[in-house]
């Protein structure tokens, strides 16, 4: 509970000083975005991502963002690693980003950040006795990124973006072996979910 009322005092200050400073300088903005994930890992494949978020101003060509993404990939089998099955992935992330130029036609911007990052995985088809059941599990963890991007201005308050991102993330994997005759057996390896993301979406300023 303590937890809870420290973050919502946190984003109530950012909040308060967003509101202040140059109205065309100092906007807050939403965001909702779709592209591929690519995932660097050879037994992973790419995958369709989209995902929304908030951004709030922070002054001095400084903004706040959180960002939702979401992504399903297909894995191929791979001694030691993965099986052959459906890899979800749900980052959730907060990033600082600077825009060097004000506010114009055309932003880039650069950003670094992290955050969580939400991930399960189904195992698909292997071959096995009746006796033998397998399973795969991969923990959620935190994550780094670092990413540029740029928007252009359509109309008043209204920009179409492009961003390419890296989405660092290492995270611990188990399989699970039940044999009916001789018990559980579990075996650990890692997992590497570092992608490229490249994504373009609309942003709108109020």
């Known amino acids: 509970m303590k ?4 973050i919502l005092s946190i984003l109530f200050c950012l909040l308060y000083f967003s509101a202040q400073g140059n109205a065309q300088d100092q906007k807050r903005s939403v965001h ?3 592209g591929v994930a690519l995932p660097q890992a050879e037994n ?5 991502v989209t995902g929304f978020g908030l951004s709030l101003p922070l002054g001095r060509g400084l903004a706040l963002t959180f960002d939702f993404s979401y992504w399903k990939s297909t894995t191929e089998n791979q001694p030691g690693k993965l099986m052959e099955g459906k890899l ?7 990033s600082l980003e ?3 130029l004000k506010r114009m036609g055309i932003n880039p911007y650069f950003m670094v950040g992290g955050g969580f990052v939400f991930s399960s995985f189904k195992i698909g088809q292997y071959i096995s006795i009746p ?9 959620s963890g935190p994550g780094a990124l670092l990413g540029v991007g740029a928007a252009v201005s359509i109309v008043k308050n209204l920009f ?7 989405l660092y993330r290492q995270a611990k994997g188990k399989t699970i072996i039940t044999d ?3 018990g559980t057996l579990t075996e650990e390896f890692s997992v590497d979910l570092g992608s490229f993301i490249l994504h373009s979406g609309i942003k709108y300023y109020f």
């Open 88 to 94: 979800e992935i749900t980052p959730f992330l907060i």
């Open 3 to 6: 937890g809870c009322s420290t």
């Open 131 to 139: 006796e033998v059941t397998i399973r795969q599990k991969i923990a």
């Open 180 to 182: 009916m005759n001789r």
């Open 44 to 48: 992973i494949r790419s995958g369709f």
């Open 32 to 34: 909702a975005q779709a």
């Open 98 to 100: 600077y825009f060097p």
């Open 160 to 166: 179409l973006f492009g961003e390419a991102k890296y």
